[in-house]
């Protein structure tokens, strides 16, 4: 060992003499600023501008002719936008409950593998995660066509469902893992058979990692446009497909009136699950 003297080694020196590390701050980082100003205003005013003209009395979708309701009304008797609308909510409320019922079972059957076995299986599982969407929708087509069914209702809602299970499976099983065993061990040793511990343990503690994931699952599906506009077919037209095809026809002010509906309902799940997690992170802590 080197010393710097007969009794304070150099380590003890460097640690005394070492300046306490400085909080990191935005200005030591010259150009951050100006581009998340950028991004932020790149992001939030288009959405802010579409809002702002799903009030427009005009036939512009950008050309402001007056504050109205008039588009709100047109697009409540729009007949083939609000079946758009249904179907996408079918598939979405299907989709989402089946890959979170199925991601709650994966979640809690992969954590009794052994590890190796465990990270192959949630590898397999979350790869469509990293899989260009593109490629899935050729292939889920291929596949749909191969085993005998037609695009339509059903072969959506299996495509959904199978895509948005990765996204239910991670707020899960993330949820699970920062659980630990102590709750579990402590339920088993007190008595509580398999079934008692799912029902009174398990299922309580793992409901805001299953909301996030619900959520999320929902959120994918209903806005999905890819596969959507593969799988597709008359009756069975998701509102994305129905909105790409009404912007070709050109710009209508009924898309910012959907547009802001659907941040709308976005904006209010959002806000309900956040007070409901707070609500009950109160209640537990």
């Known amino acids: ?28 980082f010259p150009g951050v600023g100006p581009i998340s100003i950028f991004a932020l205003i790149f992001l939030y005013v ?18 402001w002719k007056g504050f109205s309701f008039r588009w709100f009304g047109e697009v409540a008797q729009n007949a083939n936008l609000m079946s758009s ?37 949630t590898a397999i599982l979350t790869a469509p995660l990293v899989i260009p969407e593109i490629v899935l929708a050729v292939a889920t087509l291929g596949f749909i066509r191969m085993i ?23 707020p899960i099983r993330a949820r699970l893992k920062g659980l630990g065993n102590t709750y579990f061990e402590a339920a088993t040793d007190l008595g509580a058979t398999n079934l008692q511990v799912f029902r009174r343990i398990t299922l309580p503690l793992l409901v805001p990692g299953i909301i996030s994931g619900a959520i999320l699952a929902f959120v994918i599906s209903l806005d999905d446009f890819i596969i959507s506009n593969f ?46 997690s707070q609500r009950r992170s109160n209640k537990h802590a």
Not at 6 to 24: H, Y
Not at 148 to 170: D, K
Not at 246 to 275: C, D, E, K, Q
Request: net charge positive; hydrophobic share 55%.
């Open 1 to 28: 060992m080197t010393y710097t003297d007969a009794t304070k080694p150099v380590n003890a020196v460097s640690r005394r003499d070492r300046k306490p590390s400085r909080a990191l701050r935005l200005r030591d």
């Open 46 to 63: 288009p959405i802010i501008i579409t809002t702002i003209y799903a009030f427009n009395d005009g036939s512009s979708a950008l050309v």
């Open 85 to 121: 609308v249904w179907v996408s909510l079918q598939i979405a409320i299907v989709a989402t409950v089946v890959a979170t019922v199925f991601s709650i079972l994966f979640a809690l059957s992969v954590e009794r593998l052994r590890r190796q076995g465990s990270a192959i299986a």
């Open 148 to 170: 005998g069914l037609q695009p339509g209702m059903f072969a959506l809602i299996l495509a959904h469902t199978s895509f948005c299970i990765p996204f239910a499976l991670m």
């Open 231 to 276: 799988l597709s077919a008359a009756g069975a037209t998701p509102l994305p497909v129905f909105l790409f095809s009404l912007i070709r026809r050109g710009a209508s002010p009924a898309v910012n009136v959907v547009a802001t509906m659907l941040l709308v309902l976005a904006i209010v799940v959002t806000t309900i699950t956040f007070l409901q």
